[in-house]
């Protein structure tokens, strides 16, 4: 499976950007998907993650709200809709696939990760 990440950028606080991560390979709809992030100096984080189907979603609390994962099985893309976006929001965003149907947090989970996507948010 490869995941290439895209749509990143920078953005003023309060703005919005939505990610994008194309898959290939594999069997798209058969993989839970993933969200991470990483900013300097810090561990790789869990900010999203979606089922299979696109009906189990879960978040970060710190992003529950502003942030929407969705999918498109049709297209083996998924998405991550950032809304008020905040500094701290600040990393290198990552997608991952699963083999395992209902998502998890954990990044041990993962078995494939994409290059990632740079959001900076200047305030």
């Known amino acids: 499976v490869q995941l290439q990440a895209s749509g990143g950028g920078l953005v003023q606080a309060g703005g919005s950007l939505r990610l994008s991560c194309a898959a290939s390979?594999?069997?798209?709809?058969?993989?839970?998907m993933g969200w991470f992030r990483q900013a300097p100096g810090k561990e790789r984080e869990f900010v999203a993650a979606?089922?299979?189907?696109?009906?189990?979603?879960y978040y970060l609390d710190s992003v529950r709200g502003r942030f929407t994962i969705s999918r498109d099985n049709a297209k083996n893309m998924v998405y991550l809709q950032m809304n008020s976006l905040k500094p701290e929001d600040t990393a290198v965003y990552y997608c991952?696939?699963?083999?395992?149907?209902?998502?998890?947090?954990?990044?041990?989970?993962?078995?494939?990760w994409g290059q990632g996507t740079q959001v900076t948010v200047s305030s």
């Open positions: 979606i089922g299979w189907s696109g009906d189990v979603t």
């Open positions: 390979g594999g069997t798209f709809s058969r993989y839970s």
């Open positions: 991952a696939s699963s083999g395992n149907l209902v998502p998890r947090r954990g990044p041990s989970n993962y078995d494939y």
